[in-house]
């Protein structure tokens, strides 16, 4: 075994053609740091492997320098060229030996477990606090998810939405930005003639979005050239400067001090980009950008800032500002909104950086953008399809909807077991029935009728049970759970019930959505759910054996579509085994 | 009396055909003795005439072998018998009930003894449906009727054709038939008619308050009944009769043309003579052997 760290001297460069700086290169199994010789190089390089997705090298032979190249998961290349192919063999082998030490252990996994990514620590949390908030879901996960019958991926992959809709629900409202100018909030003591900008992250990430020239010196700046502190000072030096709106001292300042002058010009970046704006407006009509948007080129376009024009010579002429400018860019920016969140608002760098990213997967979008910009001008948006098209998920009813369902339809069926089919015995001759249906006539006509026809209390019961019914079978039917027959069962059986039949459902959606049989994986899963099933089917009989007569026709109606149900799988499943069997028979005899 | 073409329309007047059933073979094994039942139903019959003065009471006697008319209110001479304990009405309407019940006994065939037949339904719908026709047809007044079917004896699957025959047309002459069944199971001939046509189909639970449900269910006209609450049923067989069995059937077969209800594989169409092709049973067998044969 080599030994933990190579240390080789190297030519660290961006691209091929870049003549490189020279360094040292030191690799451990878990980082690569590249140190420049020259001390005041900023090229510098510090970095992980596990960031690296790849690695190329010149062959030996080949007429090229021995070199390098790793490449980093963002796409970023790194070259080094060693000065020898000794060098870089060692540090090929070892680049290797990084690379696929932490990415062996998922691969062979892989291939046993299911084809699924690592979740995230996010999302593990969120799945243990809706198992923590849903006791029906918990039980299903202890009962399938710990006995083996289905993986934890397996578990939650169906429950996509889930997890969707929780985080959905937590993501949070994004909040704009405030509309107060930032001139606006430095506070200016007069007595001592001080003025005191107060710069929290808000206000960094404010200017840094108004100012993209300012944002970009930063970057560029900061951790090499001045530090954090020198820098904010001289911008509030310029924005000072800019407030006094005396021209001629800007200019002066400007030309003795370079970074100084780069606050103090205007924003070159806007200027750019005002004018690609102008460029893709349509010609036709657009409403959002006309000519007057290009108010750069203008030099007397509207009121120098704070009133008051001033001729000015040319040279200072850079340095002048109007409010509309400064409104129309802060306005511009408030409207935009935010793209940094609030959590990257902790200090100047960490603004500069994350903006600097959401700028760039903007650049990209409008890149994509672009392309298709032409057509979509001429589109009309109510003759497109429907941009998104969202996954409709499997909607399996609560069982409890569906046993209502089937309360009046068992209801009926107890009731008419037996409708009109079965003759009534009637041991009455013809003339016997006929003569005592005379007879009760008869007897009415002696006795007249019942006096009173309806006893009260009859009455009030018959009332009673009417209204009882009327409303019942109009507003509660299927709503009240102590009309349903679930409920009528004693609640240990309805529990049982229910969690049969939730489990069923779970099973049977895991089964039926892994069909057809690709992978091996798909087959075990499969098998696992048969046997997972089978022991359901054996329960349910157990449970209505152990149940007496009097319920057991009852429950006996309840369980039988889950019977039915799990048998529509079974037998599914010996098709398509013995389809296998066959198959895997014949290819012997066939064609490999 | 002169026909008049444009009918006067009045909103809470009612004619209400009863049917009662007098199936003699029922109320021997009925729990509620018919004598009961009678005081319970001409009691209702009085009340509905109390409601309003223009309302009219017609009574069929659905026997087990003829059906006919016993009592009509609007004809009604009022000269029967006025003794103490009972209303001329009611006389009258027992009178022509037991000599109904005597002529039923008459045209009765010898049966086998032990089974009981259903009662002529079909008969006594078809009669009810007539006389409301008449009245469409006649007189200054719309009677907004509506037929109440007092059955007790269970289904004739063999008057299926016949009963579904006239819940049609009362349906396309909207008159709804109301039922109250007191027989042990429910009827799905009138679950099917009630529901067909509109009307509201009762089981009472306590038989000895009938008149109680027959007030609060069926007394009202229609006009308010649009604005009740009344009973609905949980639900409906709508079970057929195949014609060739008159059994009740919960599967069978259709045929294409007449739409007429078989129990079994026919050739040909009894009703409508449409000849059927091959059996279906022998294709799915030839083609199950068929997708069948590679598997094995």
Same mark, same amino acid.
């Given at each position: 075994?080599?030994?933990?760290?190579?240390?080789?001297?190297?030519?660290?460069?961006?691209?091929?053609?870049?003549?490189?700086?020279?360094?040292?290169?030191?690799?451990?199994?878990?980082?690569?740091?590249?140190?420049?010789?020259?001390?005041?190089?900023?090229?510098?390089?510090? @970095?992980?492997?596990?960031?690296?997705?790849?690695?190329?090298?010149?062959?030996?032979?080949?007429?090229?320098?021995?070199?390098?190249?790793?490449?980093?998961?963002?796409?970023?290349?790194?070259?080094?060229?060693?000065?020898?192919?000794?060098?870089?063999?060692?540090?090929?082998?070892?680049?290797?030996?990084?690379?696929?030490?932490?990415?062996?252990?998922?691969?062979?996994?892989?291939?046993?477990?299911?084809?699924?990514?690592?979740?995230?620590?996010?999302?593990?949390?969120?799945?243990?606090?809706?198992?923590?908030?849903?006791?029906?879901?918990?039980?299903?996960?202890?009962?399938?998810?710990?006995?083996?019958?289905?993986?934890?991926?397996?578990?939650?992959?169906?429950?996509?939405?889930?997890?969707?809709?929780?985080?959905?629900?937590?993501?949070?409202?994004?909040?704009?930005?405030?509309?107060?100018?930032?001139?606006?909030?430095?506070?200016?003591?007069?007595?001592?003639?001080?003025?005191?900008?107060?710069?929290?992250?808000?206000?960094?990430?404010?200017?840094?979005?108004?100012?993209?020239?300012?944002?970009?010196?930063?970057?560029?700046?900061?951790?090499?050239?001045?530090?954090?502190?020198?820098?904010?000072?001289?911008?509030?030096?310029?924005?000072?400067?800019?407030?006094?709106?005396?021209?001629?001292?800007?200019?002066?300042?400007?030309?003795?001090?370079?970074?100084?002058?780069?606050?103090?010009?205007?924003?070159?970046?806007?200027?750019?980009?005002?004018?690609?704006?102008?460029?893709?407006?349509?010609?036709?009509?657009?409403?959002?950008?006309?000519?007057?948007?290009?108010?750069?080129?203008?030099?007397?376009?509207?009121?120098?800032?704070?009133?008051?024009?001033?001729?000015?010579?040319?040279?200072?002429?850079?340095?002048?500002?109007?409010?509309?400018?400064?409104?129309?860019?802060?306005?511009?920016?408030?409207?935009?909104?935010?793209?940094?969140?609030?959590?990257?608002?902790?200090?100047?760098?960490?603004?500069?950086?994350?903006?600097?990213?959401?700028?760039?997967?903007?650049?990209?979008?409008?890149?994509?953008?672009?392309?298709?910009?032409?057509?979509?001008?001429?589109?009309?948006?109510?003759?497109?399809?429907?941009?998104?098209?969202?996954?409709?998920?499997?909607?399996?009813?609560?069982?409890?909807?569906?046993?209502?369902?089937?309360?009046?339809?068992?209801?009926?069926?107890?009731?008419?077991?037996?409708?009109? @089919?079965?003759?009534?015995?009637?041991?009455?001759?013809?003339?016997?029935?006929?003569?005592?249906?005379?007879?009760?006539?008869?007897?009415?006509?002696?006795?007249?009728? @019942?006096?009173?026809?309806?006893?009260?209390?009859?009455?009030?019961?018959?009332?009673?049970?009417?209204?009882?019914?009327?409303?019942?079978?109009?507003?509660?039917?299927?709503?009240?759970?102590?009309?349903?027959?679930?409920?009528?069962?004693?609640?240990?059986?309805?529990?049982?019930?229910?969690? *049969?039949?939730?489990?069923?459902?779970?099973?049977?959606?895991?089964?039926?959505?892994?069909?057809?049989?690709?992978?091996?994986?798909?087959?075990?899963?499969?098998?696992?759910?048969?046997?997972?099933?089978?022991?359901?089917?054996?329960?349910?009989?157990?449970?209505?054996?152990?149940?007496?007569?009097?319920?057991?026709?009852?429950?006996?109606?309840?369980?039988?579509?889950?019977?039915?149900?799990?048998?529509?799988?079974?037998?599914?499943?010996?098709?398509?085994?013995?389809?296998?069997?066959?198959?895997?028979?014949?290819?012997?005899?066939?064609?490999? | 009396?002169?026909?008049?073409?444009?009918?006067?329309?009045?909103?809470?007047?009612?004619?209400?055909?009863?049917?009662?059933?007098?199936?003699?073979?029922?109320?021997?094994?009925?729990?509620?003795?018919?004598?009961?039942?009678?005081?319970?139903?001409?009691?209702?019959?009085?009340?509905?005439?109390?409601?309003?003065?223009?309302?009219?009471?017609?009574?069929?006697?659905?026997?087990?072998?003829?059906?006919?008319?016993?009592?009509?209110?609007?004809?009604?001479?009022?000269?029967?018998?006025?003794?103490?304990?009972?209303?001329?009405?009611?006389?009258?309407?027992?009178?022509?009930?037991?000599?109904?019940?005597?002529?039923?006994?008459?045209?009765?065939?010898?049966?086998?003894?032990?089974?009981?037949?259903?009662?002529?339904?079909?008969?006594?719908?078809?009669?009810?449906?007539?006389?409301?026709?008449?009245?469409?047809?006649?007189?200054?007044?719309?009677?907004?009727?509506?037929?109440?079917?007092?059955?007790?004896?269970?289904?004739?699957?063999?008057?299926?054709?016949?009963?579904?025959?006239?819940?049609?047309?009362?349906?396309?002459?909207?008159?709804?038939?109301?039922?109250?069944?007191?027989?042990?199971?429910?009827?799905?001939?009138?679950?099917?008619?009630?529901?067909?046509?509109?009307?509201?189909?009762?089981?009472?639970?306590?038989?000895?308050?009938?008149?109680?449900?027959?007030?609060?269910?069926?007394?009202?006209?229609?006009?308010?009944?649009?604005?009740?609450?009344?009973?609905?049923?949980?639900?409906?067989?709508?079970?057929?009769?195949?014609?060739?069995?008159?059994?009740?059937?919960?599967?069978?077969?259709?045929?294409?043309?007449?739409?007429?209800?078989?129990?079994?594989? *026919?050739?040909?169409?009894?009703?409508?003579?449409?000849?059927?092709?091959?059996?279906?049973?022998?294709?799915?067998?030839?083609?199950?052997?068929?997708?069948?044969?590679?598997?094995?």
């Amino acid at each position: 075994m080599a030994s933990e760290k190579v240390t080789r001297r190297v030519k660290y460069k961006t691209s091929v053609k870049d003549p490189g700086t020279p360094g040292r290169l030191l690799l451990s199994m878990e980082k690569l740091i590249f140190r420049s010789n020259s001390q005041n190089s900023a090229s510098k390089l510090d @970095m992980e492997f596990r960031f690296i997705k790849n690695h190329k090298y010149t062959k030996e032979g080949s007429n090229k320098a021995p070199m390098l190249n790793l490449t980093s998961s963002q796409g970023v290349s790194y070259i080094f060229e060693f000065e020898s192919y000794g060098d870089l063999q060692v540090c090929k082998e070892f680049v290797g030996k990084a690379l696929s030490k932490p990415g062996d252990t998922p691969k062979l996994k892989d291939t046993l477990e299911a084809p699924s990514e690592q979740p995230s620590t996010q999302d593990l949390l969120l799945r243990m606090t809706l198992l923590q908030e849903n006791s029906e879901l918990q039980k299903l996960h202890k009962e399938f998810v710990s006995n083996g019958v289905l993986t934890e991926d397996e578990f939650w992959a169906s429950r996509k939405k889930l997890l969707d809709g929780v985080s959905s629900r937590k993501s949070k409202q994004r909040v704009g930005l405030k509309s107060v100018m930032l001139s606006e909030q430095a506070t200016f003591d007069s007595r001592t003639k001080r003025v005191t900008y107060s710069l929290t992250p808000e206000v960094v990430r404010e200017i840094f979005a108004e100012k993209p020239a300012i944002h970009r010196a930063y970057l560029k700046l900061v951790p090499n050239k001045m530090a954090d502190k020198d820098f904010w000072t001289k911008l509030c030096r310029a924005l000072y400067l800019q407030r006094e709106k005396n021209i001629n001292v800007l200019a002066a300042e400007a030309a003795e001090d370079e970074e100084l002058a780069l606050f103090l010009k205007p924003d070159e970046i806007l200027a750019c980009e005002t004018r690609h704006k102008i460029r893709c407006v349509d010609p036709t009509l657009n409403m959002e950008a006309d000519q007057g948007d290009d108010y750069t080129h203008l030099p007397d376009h509207g009121i120098v800032r704070d009133g008051g024009k001033e001729v000015s010579e040319s040279q200072s002429e850079p340095y002048r500002r109007t409010l509309f400018q400064d409104l129309n860019r802060h306005s511009a920016v408030v409207l935009e909104g935010t793209t940094v969140d609030e959590e990257h608002l902790k200090d100047t760098h960490s603004v500069a950086e994350a903006l600097a990213r959401s700028r760039q997967a903007d650049k990209e979008a409008d890149a994509n953008k672009e392309r298709f910009n032409r057509p979509q001008l001429m589109e009309l948006e109510d003759l497109q399809p429907p941009k998104d098209h969202p996954l409709a998920a499997l909607c399996i009813k609560d069982p409890r909807d569906y046993f209502d369902s089937q309360q009046s339809s068992a209801y009926k069926t107890s009731r008419d077991a037996s409708i009109g @089919m079965e003759p009534m015995k009637c041991n009455l001759s013809t003339q016997e029935a006929y003569g005592s249906l005379r007879d009760s006539i008869a007897e009415i006509k002696a006795s007249g009728l @019942m006096d009173p026809i309806v006893a009260p209390e009859v009455a009030v019961k018959v009332f009673s049970v009417l209204t009882h019914n009327i409303s019942s079978s109009r507003y509660h039917l299927g709503k009240n759970p102590r009309e349903s027959i679930l409920d009528r069962l004693p609640a240990s059986i309805k529990e049982e019930l229910l969690h *049969h039949w939730v489990s069923i459902q779970e099973l049977l959606r895991h089964y039926w959505s892994s069909y057809p049989i690709t992978t091996s994986y798909l087959y075990s899963k499969v098998t696992r759910l048969k046997d997972a099933m089978s022991k359901i089917d054996a329960q349910l009989q157990e449970l209505k054996e152990s149940l007496q007569s009097d319920l057991r026709h009852q429950v006996t109606l309840l369980i039988r579509p889950m019977q039915q149900a799990l048998e529509a799988a079974m037998q599914h499943y010996d098709a398509d085994l013995q389809k296998r069997s066959a198959k895997s028979g014949e290819r012997p005899n066939g064609y490999v | 009396m002169a026909s008049v073409p444009s009918k006067l329309y009045s909103d809470d007047v009612s004619l209400v055909v009863v049917l009662v059933d007098t199936n003699p073979f029922f109320w021997a094994t009925s729990s509620l003795s018919f004598s009961q039942f009678l005081s319970h139903v001409l009691a209702f019959l009085n009340s509905i005439l109390l409601l309003n003065q223009l309302n009219q009471v017609v009574v069929i006697a659905t026997g087990h072998n003829s059906c006919d008319y016993v009592y009509d209110s609007s004809s009604a001479s009022h000269h029967g018998v006025e003794n103490r304990t009972i209303p001329a009405l009611y006389s009258v309407l027992l009178q022509k009930m037991e000599e109904f019940l005597i002529k039923d006994e008459k045209l009765g065939k010898q049966e086998s003894p032990g089974m009981i037949a259903s009662s002529l339904l079909s008969g006594s719908l078809s009669l009810a449906l007539c006389y409301i026709q008449r009245l469409f047809r006649t007189g200054p007044l719309h009677p907004q009727p509506r037929i109440l079917c007092l059955q007790g004896s269970s289904d004739g699957p063999e008057q299926y054709v016949a009963i579904m025959n006239s819940i049609f047309s009362a349906q396309r002459s909207m008159v709804p038939i109301d039922s109250c069944y007191v027989g042990a199971h429910n009827s799905a001939f009138l679950q099917q008619a009630s529901y067909i046509t509109g009307g509201v189909y009762v089981k009472p639970q306590h038989l000895d308050g009938l008149f109680q449900y027959l007030v609060t269910v069926f007394a009202t006209d229609l006009h308010c009944r649009s604005s009740l609450q009344l009973p609905r049923p949980a639900g409906v067989d709508f079970r057929a009769s195949c014609f060739c069995h008159k059994t009740t059937i919960d599967m069978g077969y259709v045929c294409s043309v007449c739409l007429s209800i078989f129990c079994k594989h *026919h050739k040909k169409c009894s009703t409508c003579g449409s000849v059927f092709g091959q059996a279906q049973a022998d294709n799915s067998a030839v083609s199950d052997r068929k997708r069948k044969a590679p598997e094995t």
